[in-house]
Structure formats: C-alpha cells, structure tokens
C-alpha cells in the first residue's frame, strides 16, 4: 500500500468509527438535528483533546503525521477495541505503545511510601484520569474517594453524583458528615 492510499484508508477508518457511535454514548448531549450519523468531527477533537481542523486533516486523507500520543487520544475517544486500536496504530505509520488502561494505574509503592508517611495530614494521590490511586487513612478521604465505576474518574462522579457536587451542602456539613 503506498502513502496516499494509507492515508485514504485511515480516513476512512476514522469515519466510520465516528459514525458508529453517537452522542450518548460518550456522554454528550444529542442536540438538535444531525445532518450524518454519529458524533461530528469537532466532537471528536474534543474527546481526544486535539485540534478540530487537525482531526479534520486526518479524515481528509492530508499528509499529517499524528503522534502516538494523538492516536491513544484518537482510540480512546472513539472507544476502539485493541484490534482496531492496532489497526490505527498500523495505518498511522505508528509503532503500537504498550497498552495501559486506567483500570491498571496503580500507585508505586514509593508514592505509597510517601503517603502513609504523611498520616494523620490528608492526602491522596490520583491517576491520570483522576482516579482515586492510594491515600492516607482519614475518614474524610475514603468518603470523598468511594469505589468508582472502573470507566468513569474522580471528576465524572463527581459532577455526576447529587451527593458530591460542589454546593450540594454547605462545606461545614460534608465534613462533619465524612467524619
């Protein structure tokens, strides 16, 4: 395969992923009337924290080289499974990184060190997604940081939970709860 039709053939991976899924199923609001099916390209960009006219380019066929980083965003954002997940990699020109979940992260045992070395001061330390990893052992802590859904961060439960939104209850009364 050669360069051009590489660059087609990713084009039109990414196509028809963004046309499989919809708005709901990344959390968003469906809107108004939808002229193609799925999430649009800015939508996208968004999910994946790039560019519009960058991801655009990329659909367009352009001679753009993503990095893995854009491609891990890309593949998350469309929610590829590992096979197409590689299949991006592969079309992209790209080496396929190890892949690492959030569910994985985990906390080293020197930051766990450092964090049980802090007890009786509150402290926590989060993953990359604001996942609560490991923290001190304070009543306050483990009522803030309760098990999330493994698909979901600190800060979608966050906004998400009645309980847990900031204002929700005057600040004197979550901590005199939590304790």
Same mark, same amino acid.
Request: glycine share 8%; hydrophobic share 30%; proline share 11%.
């Given at each position: 395969m050669d360069e051009r039709?590489? !660059?087609?053939?990713?084009?039109?991976?990414?196509?028809? =992923?963004?046309?499989?899924?919809?708005? *709901?199923? @990344?959390g968003l609001p469906s $809107?108004?009337? !939808?002229?193609t099916p799925g999430l649009r390209r800015e939508e996208v960009a968004e999910l994946a924290n790039i560019g519009t006219s960058w991801y @655009?380019?990329?659909?367009? $066929?352009?001679? @753009?080289?993503?990095?893995p980083q854009v +491609?891990?965003?890309l593949a998350q954002a469309l929610r590829l499974t590992l096979n197409e997940r590689?299949? +991006?990699?592969?079309? *992209? /020109?790209?080496?396929?990184?190890?892949?690492?979940?959030?569910s994985e992260e985990s906390a080293s045992p020197a930051l766990q060190q450092v964090l049980?070395? +802090?007890?009786?001061t509150p402290a926590y330390a989060v993953g990359r997604r604001w996942d609560y990893l490991h923290g001190t052992k304070q009543p306050m802590l483990s009522s803030l940081? =309760?098990?999330? !859904?493994?698909?979901? /961060?600190a800060t979608w439960s966050? @906004?998400?939970?009645?309980? =847990? !939104?900031? /204002?929700?209850?005057?600040? /004197?009364?979550? +901590?005199?709860?939590?304790?």
């Open positions: 039709e590489r !660059r087609q053939t990713l084009a039109d991976f990414l196509r028809t =992923r963004r046309a499989r899924l919809s708005p *709901a199923d @990344v $809107g108004m009337r !939808r002229r @655009v380019w990329l659909e367009q $066929g352009r001679d @753009v080289h993503p990095s +491609l891990e965003s590689r299949h +991006l990699f592969l079309l *992209a /020109g790209q080496p396929l990184p190890p892949h690492a979940s959030p049980d070395d +802090l007890n009786p940081f =309760r098990k999330h !859904r493994p698909d979901t /961060g966050g @906004v998400s939970s009645p309980a =847990r !939104r900031c /204002g929700s209850a005057p600040i /004197g009364n979550r +901590l005199r709860a939590a304790r």
